[in-house]
């Protein structure tokens, strides 16, 4: 049995629909992630599962038992805000053990507790400090050990690393795996950053207009999205009118108009005829001249638009003969050198046939 | 931006207007001489006098007493009715709590004489002036209470309830800690509208009750004398004392900040 299941959740805000209908199922021990643009539903939803709000229809259960009548207070499940909401007024110790108080522990245990967690966060220095006088990151961990003190079946973190500097964001999604395999504790995260949602979820579930779009892992969504939603959501896409040909033996070969054809893996509930667009990754195109690339069963001709250089990599856009624009990743393996091919270079475009993925309108 | 001389001029001349009676008030209070015209010597002398005036103790008592009792009553209501008006957006409740603030006090002091006499058939006295005095008090301090609780992040009070605090606990833990300066800063804001309260006081006092104010009233209908001199400026000095006390307390709700 999954430890929380979400059966046809709605929540309305008047005549609006925040979330539409929402089915879900997160395993116990689980990293989950509700990715989504602001205003998508993905806060709603977690402030059901919190109960903070409720769903006018459907059900919010964990462990098989329906949350509908228990308050938050009563949930073992905490949060991790946005905010942090740690209390101005208590030190960092204070803050961490509030959670202990409330439940009533004895006064030994809520020490122990207390020693632990602030070890596990690295705060041990700064447990008589004021919330004021920390930084980011500090306030970060006093958020996180807080809500896990007292070992909640569920954490929820709504958007809790957006609030930090880059640097400081990736040092903290690190921590944040090695925290949540250390404690074991179910984490539900909720962000806008795709790449966080990468980086730091088992499972990912894309959320649009208070609808799933799609439930999948990370490389499983980033490689197979399943519409073009989630496709331009996600990472850096091309998508390419194109029409379903053939559907053969392990592919599927596409017209696009102008151009030729592609050849495509196969995909469920794709028929001949079917209208869409072919979608490709950056980094699954290589661009050169014509016999480096003659191996590849996708080559046609283009002409460097523009190049993006980037330090680690340059992002090329290509003109396609047919006037539609590829973008092509390439590593810049060479030191000092910004551009492999001049802007306005005539070269070959290419890519793998069991590279991108056919998505209908 | 630069501020050019005309605006110091008039800065200068606003500042003067306001505070140049106060000063020759505290002055004269330290003259040697019965009449405010020219400044004679040093003396203590119309201090010794106010500590040896009977009645004059009796009314300061007094309204010690009133600005106690109605200030402490003011701060529990108030703050009340700040957590309410916060908490559930009531239009009509926010309106009927800062319209005694807004009213014109002889309105509100005829009015509550009228309430007491016709409606309570109550003997006007400390009781009456009491209750008068909270009834204009509550609304400053829930002013001041709400502006606080407008200043702190939503999420704080979400925080408490989901790390298990039930609503009482997350009000005794987490609310109250935060609003307490504005609470005593309303408290003492009430405590000096009420000790120098006149015009609600002097309708709502019938016979027999003085208070500091009324007195130095009475006592200014014959002459301006020195004493009255002294009894302001010490009037003066608690109204102040109270206001910076309540500006430590409370800086940003008395600022306008929030």
């Known amino acids: ?361 | 931006m630069r501020r050019g001389p005309w605006l110091w001029t008039a800065a200068l001349a606003a500042y003067a207007f306001l505070y140049l009676p106060l000063t020759i008030v505290v002055i004269y209070s330290f003259n040697d001489s019965r009449l405010n015209a020219e400044w004679v010597g040093f003396t203590w002398h119309w201090y010794h006098d106010l500590f040896h005036d009977e009645d004059m103790l009796i009314a300061a008592g007094n309204s010690l007493l009133i600005a106690s009792v109605a200030s402490l009553s003011a701060t529990l209501l108030g703050t009340m009715a700040g957590l309410a008006i916060h908490r559930y957006d009531l239009k009509l409740l926010n309106f009927m709590v800062l319209a005694p603030v807004a009213m014109p006090e002889i309105l509100l002091g005829v009015s509550l004489l009228l309430f007491f006499i016709q409606v309570l058939n109550l003997t006007l006295g400390m009781l009456s002036i009491v209750l008068a005095h909270i009834t204009f008090s509550i609304g400053f301090v829930a002013v001041i209470v709400r502006a606080q609780l407008t200043s702190i992040d939503e999420s704080l009070f979400e925080a408490a309830r989901d790390l298990g605090a039930s609503p009482w606990e997350t009000f005794r833990y987490v609310t109250f800690p935060l609003i307490l300066p504005a609470v005593i800063a309303g408290g003492l804001m009430a405590f000096t509208l009420s000790i120098d309260d006149f015009v609600v006081t002097f309708f709502t006092a019938g016979v027999g009750v003085q208070t500091l104010p009324l007195r130095i009233y009475s006592m200014i209908k014959i002459a301006v004398t020195p004493e009255v001199n002294a009894v302001s400026t010490l009037l003066m000095l608690l109204t102040l004392c109270m206001i910076v006390l309540a500006s430590r307390f409370a800086p940003d709700v008395l600022k306008g900040k929030t």
């Open chain 1, 1 to 361: 049995m999954a430890l929380l299941e979400l059966r046809n959740v709605t929540r309305r805000f008047g005549d609006f629909a925040a979330v539409d209908d929402v089915s879900l199922s997160i395993e116990a021990g689980e990293f989950f992630t509700l990715l989504g643009p602001s205003g998508s539903g993905k806060t709603t939803i977690l402030r059901m599962i919190a109960g903070f709000e409720f769903p006018d229809a459907g059900q919010v259960l964990l462990d098989g038992k329906d949350l509908a009548d228990i308050p938050a207070e009563k949930r073992p499940i905490h949060t991790v805000f946005q905010s942090y909401a740690l209390f101005p007024h208590l030190t960092v110790a204070e803050n961490i053990s509030f959670p202990l108080r409330m439940a009533h522990r004895e006064p030994a245990d809520i020490r122990q507790h207390l020693k632990d967690a602030l070890e596990q966060v690295h705060l041990d220095a700064k447990a008589g400090k004021f919330p004021h006088e920390l930084s980011g990151g500090e306030k970060q961990r006093v958020a996180l050990a807080r809500a896990l003190v007292n070992r909640p079946r569920l954490l929820l973190l709504d958007e809790s690393l957006a609030a930090l500097d880059a640097k400081l964001r990736e040092e903290m999604q690190v921590e944040l795996i090695n925290l949540q395999r250390e404690v074991g504790i179910t984490f539900v995260f909720v962000t806008h950053a795709q790449a966080e949602a990468l980086a730091l979820s088992h499972r990912i579930a894309v959320i649009n207009r208070g609808k799933v779009e799609q439930v999948d892992e990370p490389a499983r969504l980033y490689g197979f999205p399943r519409n073009r939603f989630v496709a331009d959501f996600i990472g850096q896409i091309t998508m390419i009118p194109a029409q379903v040909e053939q559907v053969g033996h392990g592919h599927l070969h596409l017209k696009v108009d102008g151009l030729g054809e592609i050849v495509t893996p196969l995909q469920q509930g794709v028929a001949a005829g079917d209208r869409g667009v072919f979608a490709i990754r950056p980094e699954q195109v290589r661009i050169g001249v014509q016999a480096e690339l003659a191996e590849l069963k996708n080559h046609f001709s283009g002409e460097v638009l523009s190049l993006l250089y980037q330090g680690d990599v340059s992002v090329y856009r290509v003109g396609l003969t047919n006037g539609t624009m590829i973008e092509a990743l390439l590593p810049n393996s060479a030191p000092g050198r910004a551009e492999l091919f001049k802007v306005g270079a005539e070269i070959r475009v290419g890519w793998r046939h069991d590279a991108g993925v056919f998505l209908h309108e």
